[in-house]
């Protein structure tokens, strides 16, 4: 969705998942600027707008902007059905407050290509919904996979619901 913007209002990319960054922004960008509009993109990394350049989206984003609409948000610049894809998405619903979803993409992602970043997410969120049968799958896959040795100790603090 394009909504029509005051001239004077900035736009701040970012990744909210780069600690550094999100700081910045809630702290002084924010601050600064009050009214500012965010535009959040997941695993984007710190050089957000570079990798836009990569993913053929930049032309297109600073021209929607600078003719006075608001670009839409670009949560999810992975191909879809990619593995980064499902762990980005996961990281947007799990930003907007729903877990469940959230959950949904962390295991698909974790399914299509056991990665530490994905099982970790799903015995995180996992966890803390006291989904048992999603800790058990996750712990399944990490010992199948070569990242057993670094989330292992992720399965002892959530041992006892699994």
Do not use: C
Not at 5 to 29: C, G, M, Q
Not at 76 to 82: C, K, L, Q, S
């Amino acid at each position: 969705m394009i909504n029509e913007r005051r001239v004077d209002t900035p736009l701040i990319v970012f990744d909210p998942l780069e600690k550094l960054d999100l700081r910045f922004v809630e702290d002084w960008a924010l601050e600064a600027y009050p009214n500012a509009i965010l535009h959040r993109s997941y695993l984007t990394g710190h050089k957000t707008i570079r990798h836009y350049g990569r993913v053929g989206i930049l032309s297109n984003f600073v021209r929607t902007f600078l003719s006075g609409a608001i670009p839409s948000e670009t949560e999810n610049v992975w191909e879809a059905g990619t593995p980064t894809h499902h762990l980005a998405s996961g990281h947007a619903y799990k930003f907007k407050g729903d877990a469940q979803n959230a959950m949904q993409q962390f295991a698909m992602g974790m399914r299509l290509a056991p990665s530490v970043a994905n099982i970790s997410q799903v015995i995180r969120l996992a966890s803390s919904l006291n989904d048992a049968e999603a800790v058990r799958e996750a712990v399944s896959i990490a010992q199948a996979s070569e990242h057993w040795a670094k989330v292992h100790h992720k399965v002892k603090a959530m041992a006892r619901i699994a």
